[in-house]
């Protein structure tokens, strides 16, 4: 990791407690909603986000080698990760 910061983002998404996702969102009293913005899926959690989201696809493919990943690439992967991360879920506010 290059910095505190990574880390710190890093285990806000491998535990799912990050106001990226919308069911972390509700439950702390920010949104009523869980729905992916990006798909409509009625649940946008980590693995949605990572795993399923059809609207991540090509990203996945373009970082991965593949559009299907697996949650354990959390761990595996972690700089892969935190780009996917950028270019997806935060999308021009990071």
Do not use: N
């Not at 990574?6 to 990226?20: C, F, K, Y």
């Not at 702390?28 to 795993?51: L, N, P, R």
């Not at 989201?53 to 996945?60: G, L, V």
């Amino acid at each position: 990791m290059k910095c505190r910061a990574d880390e710190a983002l890093l285990g806000q998404i491998r535990s799912g407690e990050h106001v990226g996702f919308k069911v972390f969102q509700q439950r702390i009293g920010e949104w009523e909603d869980t729905k992916c913005e990006d798909c409509g899926s009625e649940v946008h959690d980590v693995e949605h986000w990572f795993v399923h989201c059809p609207a991540h696809s090509e990203m996945r493919q373009r970082l991965f080698g593949d559009y299907r990943v697996e949650l354990e690439y959390l761990s595996s992967e972690p700089k892969l990760v935190l780009a996917f991360a950028r270019s997806t879920l935060f999308g021009a506010r990071e």
